[in-house]
């Protein structure tokens, strides 16, 4: 017979969310602080700032449970994608697709189905 447990339940709801709070409010704090520290002592606004504060802030993920930490990542890694596919767009190496993100789109949902 299952028992339920309501406290514990509910404990653990409580300091997941916390988790997640603390790696949200770490993030975007870090990010924000070392964007106007890099700018104030580097005394010029360009990509570095960006890259050093991104790369720094991403350390917040340690405040995450270990299987939220691959839940995050599976959601970030297609956003840099883009990212990247974008700047490469910008910079003249690789060609815009129109509706691309709808081809995209089609073919994950295409292997999700297939997996299925």
Same mark, same amino acid.
């Given at each position: 017979m299952m028992r339920f447990r $309501?406290?514990?339940t509910l404990w653990l709801t409580l300091k997941n969310i916390v988790k997640s709070s603390l790696f949200l409010a770490v993030y975007v704090a870090v990010f924000r602080y070392l964007l106007c520290f890099t700018k104030n002592s580097r005394g010029v606004v360009d990509r570095?700032?960006?890259i050093i504060s991104s790369f720094v802030c991403g350390f917040a993920i340690l405040f995450e449970h270990k299987s939220r930490?691959?839940?995050?990542?599976f959601y970030m890694? $297609?956003?840099a994608l883009e990212s990247l596919y974008n700047m490469l767009v910008k910079r003249g190496y690789a060609n815009h697709v129109k509706n691309g993100e709808v081809l995209v789109f089609a073919l994950s949902m295409a292997l999700i189905m297939y997996c299925y």
């Amino acid at each position: 017979m299952m028992r339920f447990r $309501p406290k514990k339940t509910l404990w653990l709801t409580l300091k997941n969310i916390v988790k997640s709070s603390l790696f949200l409010a770490v993030y975007v704090a870090v990010f924000r602080y070392l964007l106007c520290f890099t700018k104030n002592s580097r005394g010029v606004v360009d990509r570095w700032n960006l890259i050093i504060s991104s790369f720094v802030c991403g350390f917040a993920i340690l405040f995450e449970h270990k299987s939220r930490q691959s839940e995050l990542a599976f959601y970030m890694v $297609p956003r840099a994608l883009e990212s990247l596919y974008n700047m490469l767009v910008k910079r003249g190496y690789a060609n815009h697709v129109k509706n691309g993100e709808v081809l995209v789109f089609a073919l994950s949902m295409a292997l999700i189905m297939y997996c299925y």
